[in-house]
């Protein structure tokens, strides 16, 4: 007698937007206050480019937060591991919205990436629980799609909250936000990982598993292209308030347009994606994409050398930014895919690591073009080309792994 196997659940398309919208804290959490730069350096006393900092400590308890996240969804299910990470965040925003001291700003910063990496790790865990390959890549594309309005809509919003009160009521929006994704995610959302389907491991069991996974070419080859591709994405949103709206000088208001013109390029490069794995390899597109951002994104570093890029032409400084993030829209769906496509087991644990590796880099990122004198367009094209380039090297690397992977089939 054959032992019933329970069915998995689906992912609806309201199912699929919920998703979009708890992933989309990080955005709202990231962009939302963008604007607010100028003002949190004055307000919390502590000088220019201290706000970046602050985005860097956010980046970073992003990455230690993913790190634990997926071995607890894969011990605990997806559906409690989010709704504690979802409390813990919108406790960190009511946090910053009271405080007034820069260290207790960046603790809170931290605390509430700790909460929020659980809104990073576990939807996509989710949908590799139920779908891979190309219908995988398809969820992951509409999953792109809803969570990608937020960083049209988050400098509006935080430029329009600015208008009509302080910086402050930012976080206020952010922590309402999280519990209504509360209430949303305990009646709606379904568990996509069945009990008997949870593994329970030890300390060093886990730090194990993480070893095995990072080992393995395939896994890390995509994962340090989808890596160095939110390298390229943090340089830009780590550079961008100064850029704009001091060196370019957009308002607050014009920031979030051109932000959102911009987000906007980024989910249509995700939808034209999303159609094309239909008649082309992934890989093929994964490539073509790598170079169309080397190529833009060294140009942009030459230009701004030249002193073409910057002040004196805005209107091609933000054309060639534009250009650069549009080909991120085919890079992050198709390498996220293929770096799990080896690891379904454990998809929460490889989600988690994936996740680790893209907020380490983002705070590296976001450190290095805080560092660098706020002159001109050239820290932001500088920063956006190192990753580019390093995406570029990241991809001689899944060649490699690939070729060896179909050569030790053959031999098999």
């Known amino acids: 007698m054959r032992a019933h196997v329970p069915a998995l659940p689906t992912l609806t398309f309201p199912l699929i937007v919920l998703l979009g919208l708890v992933t989309a804290i990080g955005p709202l959490a990231t962009d939302m206050y963008l604007p607010a730069f100028p003002q949190l350096d004055h307000d919390l006393a502590h000088g220019p480019g201290a706000a970046q900092m602050t985005l860097a400590a956010w980046f970073l308890g ?11 969804s894969d011990r605990f299910g997806r559906k409690g591991p989010l709704i504690v990470g979802l409390g813990i965040f919108a406790l960190a925003s009511a946090g910053c919205a009271l405080a007034h001291d820069y260290g207790l700003f960046c603790f809170f910063r931290f605390l509430g990436a700790l909460g929020g990496s659980a809104c990073a790790v576990i939807p996509r865990a989710s949908v590799r629980d139920v779908a891979t390959g190309r219908k995988g890549a398809h969820i992951m594309a509409q999953l792109t799609l809803v969570f990608g309005v937020m960083p049209i809509l988050a400098p509006t919003l935080g430029s329009l909250v600015m208008q009509f009160g302080s910086w402050r009521n930012i976080f206020w929006f952010a922590a309402v936000y999280a519990a209504l994704a509360i209430v949303a995610t305990q009646i709606m959302l379904p568990d996509t990982l069945a009990p008997e389907r949870r593994i329970r491991l030890a300390a060093s069991d886990i730090l194990s598993r993480y070893r095995t996974i990072l080992a393995e070419p395939v896994f890390l080859s995509n994962a340090l292209i989808t890596s160095f591709s939110s390298f390229v994405m943090f340089a830009y949103l780590g550079g961008a308030p100064v850029l704009f709206e001091q060196v370019l000088g957009f308002s607050p208001s014009g920031f979030g347009i051109f932000f959102g013109v911009n987000a906007s ?3 249509l490069g995700t939808q034209i994606n999303g159609r ?3 008649h082309f390899p992934m890989p093929a597109i994964l490539e073509a994409a790598i170079l169309w951002s080397c190529v833009l994104s060294v140009v942009f570093v030459v230009l701004a050398v030249m002193g073409v890029a910057g002040p004196h032409h805005p209107l091609l400084t933000c054309a060639l930014i534009t250009s650069t ?9 198709n390498g996220t895919v293929l770096s799990f496509s080896r690891h379904g087991q454990h998809a929460g644990s490889a ?3 994936l996740g680790t590796l893209q907020f380490a880099l983002g705070a590296l990122s976001s450190v290095l073009v805080g560092l660098m004198p706020q002159h001109g367009a050239l820290p932001t094209a500088i ?15 899944r060649r490699q792994a690939t070729d060896a992977n179909e050569h030790a089939e053959q031999e098999a």
């Open 62 to 72: 992003l990455a230690i937060g993913q790190f634990s996240q997926g071995p607890l």
């Open 351 to 353: 989600s988690a690591l």
């Open 265 to 267: 390029f980024f989910i």
């Open 325 to 333: 993030t549009a080909a991120l829209g085919f890079i992050g769906p």
């Open 276 to 278: 094309l794995i239909h």
């Open 383 to 397: 920063g956006m080309a190192t990753g580019a380039l390093c995406m570029a090297g990241s991809n001689i690397l």
